[in-house]
């Protein structure tokens, strides 16, 4: 896995020059033209399904569940929080990095740094989370070909109602699914060093494997 991380990270520090260097800027604007439909509704409930809210929603309802039924919490638990924070962490540097506007949105004046980050476009952060979801619970579960493969698809039409609602270019969202399948995995690999690093009787009180 660590080789397949490093072509990753090789692939979309790539993929970011590229984008950052506008030479998907004409592929960029004709697919904006052709999917902008604006803020439909249901677009805009169903987008709102990878929110860094839900996800954080989610993670609380499965670690109270862990308590409730083995009061310790479960690695795979512990491995979704460190998910959510590599997640946004990544998104969030990433974007300020770069710095590409958003669609209609013009350059960014603002002072406010959580404003500020939200209205850079590049990558996609609810894309980044949908696929990162899907492919953390392949990695870590045995469930159904059929739920998975329906994790997958809303994770992809996550990322089409990013370009729907008109707040991503498509290049956006590519990143952004890339982003979420990478942090998936480093989560795999930094996890284990995570729980040493936590004193020995607290890892024992707080987790079970």
């Known amino acids: 896995?660590?080789?397949?991380?490093?072509?990753?990270?090789?692939?979309i520090t790539i993929f970011s020059a590229i984008v950052k260097a506008g030479i998907l800027k004409h592929l960029d604007n004709l697919l904006f033209n052709m999917l902008y439909i604006g803020s439909e509704?249901?677009?805009?409930?169903?987008?709102?399904?990878?929110?860094?809210?839900?996800?954080?929603?989610?993670?609380?309802?499965?670690?109270?569940?862990?308590?409730?039924r083995y009061r310790k919490l479960s690695l795979?638990?512990?491995?979704?929080?460190?998910?959510?924070?590599?997640n946004s962490l990544l998104v969030y540097a990433i974007k300020l990095f770069f710095q590409i506007p958003r669609p209609l949105t013009g350059n960014?004046?603002?002072?406010?740094?959580?404003?500020?980050?939200?209205?850079?476009?590049?990558?996609?952060?609810?894309?980044?989370?949908?696929f990162a979801l899907a492919s953390y619970y392949s990695i870590n579960t045995k469930i159904n070909g059929k739920i998975m493969g329906f994790l997958y698809i809303w994770a992809v039409s996550i990322a089409l109602t990013r370009l729907l609602l008109g707040v991503h270019w498509f290049s956006d969202v590519i990143g952004g699914a890339a982003i979420g399948i990478l942090t998936a995995q480093l989560t795999q690999i930094i996890l284990p060093y995570t729980i040493k690093a936590l004193p020995l009787r607290i890892a024992r009180k707080l987790l079970r494997s």
């Open 1 to 11: 896995m660590k080789k397949t991380i490093i072509v990753e990270v090789i692939a």
């Open 41 to 68: 509704t249901f677009v805009l409930v169903f987008s709102e399904t990878a929110s860094i809210y839900l996800f954080a929603a989610l993670i609380i309802v499965i670690a109270v569940a862990d308590l409730w």
């Open 108 to 130: 960014n004046v603002s002072t406010d740094i959580l404003d500020l980050i939200e209205k850079f476009s590049y990558p996609s952060g609810h894309t980044a989370r949908a």
């Open 76 to 86: 795979f638990s512990a491995g979704l929080a460190l998910l959510l924070i590599l």
